[in-house]
């Protein structure tokens, strides 16, 4: 809203900033130590420092009080015989910078701070003026924090409880309140419970402050109603949830049922059961509290004959489920859908409502209803006519499974279906021989009896032959598309590895077994050339990675995959290298091999070590540099930490090399440095503690010195950081001015050169 064009303020603008002497000490304090000054800057040397100029002030302090007896006189009257006064003014001082900071707090709105300091200010108060009190042993002002304190004490003590129970009284009206305005604006259920709520915590709270000050009527307001009204819940539990239990059932049925109507069929029959046993279970509640004859067996009873006809029961349902599974097949058979599983569903629900006719012909020993399922089965499987069926009908489902297989790998694509394809072939060529084998038992014929189990070997070698083929074409397929890869080098191999394996038990089972040692140098080739076709392309990868990390030191993570790669590439070549040693038998490539592999990690370590060495050299160079262009603590450590770590792992990758190569020299050079190095970080950390502790001696023993000392080096420490950060200014400077074009610029006004001066200085 607007008057007269003007922007109308909001009542909740945020109220101004006021600085308090309390606010403007913590903000001289952060601007002398923050980053871009003397301090800040140098925060380690300026601590150390003070650590070292307090101990020697302190020491020479008492050296001055020891020598001249007038100081310590004056020391002993303000401190020991004043003692009491000191603190006060202390007290009263720090009192007065909280007093004016919660006024300030107050004034900007924020009454949480306001209230916390104005408390810390009257305490620090009241304790400055009791320490006066006691000092000169003035009457009242000697207690004055501490008379009020002990007062409030007892009176806590006295009415602590009838206090705490006014607040609980006023804590329920305020939420009756609240329901009183909830009622206003059509909030009733919430009301209600805010109502009934704040009424038993007023009542509450009535009771608290009856038993405080022992009023009679008030001790029983709440705890003799909630008592009755315990143990009328307590006599009538069982009632009370049985009943709610009996409406959960039947909430829970009627959900059943619409699911049900809906079509889910699993969840509507699951709610509905769970519900029929809640409603039951409630009931036998209501009717065991009451004793009534019916309902107190309501669940147990129906259990109780569940127990005894659970036969049937399970037949029951197993008939119900195997109608379903019938309807779903020959559903899914009309509309033209998948016929294997249709059939499935159709057979699975014969078989389970047979099931089922049975358990319930057992339970009631109904004569030809116990062996529906059973009968036939026995039938089947005993009788030479019931096998001869079964066998024809494993022989039809290998041939269906063998068309669908033929189909599959000649019109469809993807290395999934040829898979299934194969998988479906063999198993159609298995059902098919598997069938003539029980047709030939069943009929006594010997030679369809021995179909299946002379031609088992043929069968897995066809099947690995398949797979190969399925493989194979994924590898064609993925080498055409994306080149040569690890991915298609690795499913080449496989497949390479299954067809030599299926045509090796094929030749096997045809009496050839004087092709074994060609077929196992045949393994060994085909390993040997696809680890060969690994090693080239993982060597590949490792160089371009190499060159990378080349082009760019920076880049650690290539540095380190062209690490990890050529190891790979190395331990994949060897291993080929040796199994082709084995396969023809030249010795020199087998022990060359393992050779290899017993001493290969020694020059992966000492490569990865000299690139690490590497590394931190240029590292501790940077640093150094740094070091050199602006001496201070942090770039000179940095610099001789990164240096000797590189020494170390230089010295580490030296002694690998020799040892691998056989050069004795150059592994105890490597080991010598090593040890010496060692040796002198733990040399230098113990000069660093003597040090530390020959400065902290000095300072106690001769103070004076000490003192001067630092203040000298302050002094000129701050003279030279101060012209250090004047020069690079003036660079920053003069490096901008040189920047503006010659014509057509105005120059930089004095205050934004200033300004840019010392943001370029932090840069």
Known sequence: MQVNNQPVIPASADKPKIDSRLEKMGQAIHENVKEGTFIGD????????????????????????????????????????????VGSGAALAASALLAEDAVAAYKE????????????????????????????????????????????????????????GGGVAAGGAALAKSGVDDIKEGEYLKAAGKLAGGGVITMGGAEIIGHAYNVGPLQGIVSTPAKKVAEVVAKNAGGIGGTAVAGAGVALAASGVNDLKEGETMLG??????GALATLGGAELVGRNYNIPVLKSALSGSAEWVQTNVKAVTGATAVAGGAFAIKDGVDRLGEGGNKWLAGAEIAGGVVGTLGGAELVGRNFNIPVLNQALTGPVKYMFTSKGGITVSGGTVAAAGLGAAADGVRRLTTEKGIVNDAIGVAEFTAGVAGVTGGA????????????????????????????????FAMGKHTIDSAQKDGLNLINTATGTAAALMGTGGA?????????????????????????????????????????????????????????????????????????????????????LEKAARKVVEKGWQPVAA????ATTYKLGEMALDHGKDFLKDPNLGSGAMSAGLATAGILTGAGTTALVGRTFNMPGVERTGMRVLETTAQGVQTSARYLGKGAEKVFTTAVQHPFVTLGVLAAAAGTGYYFYNKNRDEQAEAVKASTAASLPLSGAAPAKPAEAKAEAPAAVKE
């Open 42 to 85: 140098n925060m380690l040397l300026t601590g150390a420092g003070a650590v070292v100029g307090t101990v020697a002030a302190g020491s020479a302090l008492k050296k001055t009080a020891d020598a001249i007896p007038a100081v310590k006189e004056v020391l002993k009257t303000v401190f020991v015989d004043n003692g009491k006064l």
């Open 269 to 274: 029959g699951a709610k509905l059961a769970g």
């Open 504 to 588: 090796h038990i094929i030749t096997r089972k045809f009496g050839m077994e004087a092709a074994d040692a060609a077929f196992t140098k045949g393994y060994e080739t085909i390993a040997a050339a696809g680890l060969g076709v690994a090693t080239a392309k993982l060597g590949e990868m490792a160089i371009e990675e190499g060159k990378a990390f080349l082009e760019n030191s920076d880049d650690v993570v290539a540095g380190a995959k062209a690490i990890g790669l050529g190891t790979a590439a190395v331990a994949t070549g060897t291993t080929a290298t040796g199994l082709v040693g084995h396969a023809y038998n030249i010795p020199v």
């Open 109 to 164: 709105g924020n009454t949480g701070r306001a209230v916390a300091e104005g408390a810390g200010a009257a305490i620090l108060g009241l304790g400055g003026a009791e320490l006066t009190g006691r000092q000169f042993n003035i009457p009242v002002l000697n207690r004055a924090l501490s008379g009020p304190a002990e007062a409030t004490a007892k009176f806590l003590g006295k009415h602590g409880v009838g206090l705490v």
């Open 437 to 468: 084998s029980i047709i030939g038992y069943a009929t006594g014929s010997e030679k369809l009896l021995k179909v299946f189990p002379e031609n088992v070997d043929v069968l897995g070698g066809a099947a690995l032959v398949g797979g190969a």
């Open 607 to 610: 490569v990865t070590l000299g």
